[in-house]
């Protein structure tokens, strides 16, 4: 077989992780045990199990590294604080995925890290922050504002001065950033999102390099995992390996929509900001009228799903500040969405529709 790194992201996508012996299925098959018979390679399904396996294989060619398989993503992101020491200062975006904020932010009010909120897009103002830090915690594209950090930048500013940096990168997935080349020490993914790609499970995964400098990351998140109980359900990975395997094609297909729906967006008088960042299928638009108008323009659609995830091969959309968690940076009126792999003229024609509706609807600022 070809070596995996000769391998283009797209076709790694599909054959990395599979069974190759004469006689073997080309599928992976479903494991579906709690235990293994003494003397073997897996002891507990608690610690290692053939069901992760080819998934952590895949993620980990995929970017780079090696990959570690998490009940959520949550659980993956509480792995990650466990390696800062008591008291540790974390340098974080002010505005980021509202239930990693929450983790940190709870982390600080209890003493048990020290936080320091930046803006992302200011590097001279992260530099400022990361001396004596522990953790640098990245995202980018940012959620839900899509603000874009200039990533080799920042982790070369976090590694020049010994700090360990964790990159979300949900929203690009390996098949648009690879992280680990630009020297983050770990890449985390809701692998519920993009990775798995059909809204049918919630999973986590890390990937750390595979030449760590000594540091232990890898070992240290195993130990998180197995100690903590922070493992998924064997079907579950076995779902989201299936879904990887049209990752490349999914990706090419719902950005290619986002960008086109991107540009019509901004045109539409409905709309008073497109937040965009340029590639990939997530964006977000600042809808006239505030939360009246967004509230009505999520409601009024019937091919776009409106519900609070992500990444699935379904359009989604909604209103991010109906929670009361989303930072205040979060306007009112914002509207998260994400594009899938329907006809982009079906997504506009529907899209377009419940905009043109809010356009007469009255609203506190147009009666």
């Not at 930072?327 to 905009?355: F, K, M, N, Y």
């Amino acid at each position: 077989m070809t070596p995996p790194e000769a391998l283009a992201p797209s076709t790694s996508c599909v054959v990395t992780g599979r069974p190759h012996a004469p006689g073997s299925p080309v599928n992976p098959p479903l494991v579906l045990t709690s235990t293994f018979v003494h003397g073997g390679e897996h002891t507990y399904a608690r610690e290692t199990s053939p069901a992760f396996t080819p998934f952590e294989e895949a993620v980990g060619v995929l970017e780079g590294g090696r990959a570690l398989v998490f009940a959520s993503g949550m659980a993956a992101a509480a792995a990650v604080l466990a390696l800062v020491p008591h008291g540790g200062v974390v340098v974080a975006p002010r505005s980021a995925y509202m239930g990693v904020l929450t983790l940190l932010r709870e982390a600080a009010e209890t003493g048990r890290i020290t936080l320091r909120e930046v803006d992302l897009t200011d590097v001279t103002a992260v530099e400022s922050a990361l001396p004596g830090a522990e953790l640098l915690w990245v995202e980018s594209p940012g959620n839900p504002l899509m603000e874009v950090a200039d990533l080799p930048r920042l982790l070369a500013a976090a590694r020049a001065v010994g700090v360990r940096s964790v990159v979300d990168n949900t929203f690009p997935t390996p098949i648009l950033a690879r992280p680990l080349e630009w020297g983050a020490d770990v890449v985390l993914h809701s692998a519920t999102k993009y990775l798995s790609g059909h809204s049918d499970v919630v999973l986590g995964v890390l990937v750390t390099p595979e030449d760590e400098g000594g540091r232990g990351t890898y070992d240290s998140l195993f130990h998180h995992r197995h100690l903590h109980g922070a493992v998924p359900g064997p079907m579950e990975v076995w779902l989201a390996l299936r879904g990887l395997r049209t990752l490349a094609v999914r990706v090419d297909r719902a950005g290619a929509n986002a960008a086109t729906l991107a540009a019509r967006l901004a045109e539409h008088p409905a709309i008073e900001r497109v937040r965009y960042p340029g590639s990939g299928a997530m964006l977000a638009v600042d809808v006239r009228g505030g939360a009246t108008a967004a509230e009505h323009v999520c409601a009024a659609t019937t091919l776009w799903t409106h519900s609070t995830s992500l990444g699935g091969v379904e359009s989604q959309l909604e209103r991010r500040r109906r929670y009361p968690s989303e930072p205040d940076l979060v306007p009112e009126g914002l509207v998260r969405l994400s594009v899938g792999i329907e006809d982009v003229e079906d997504l506009w024609r529907d899209l377009a529709r419940a905009l043109d509706a809010v356009l007469s609807a009255p609203t506190p600022d147009r009666p």
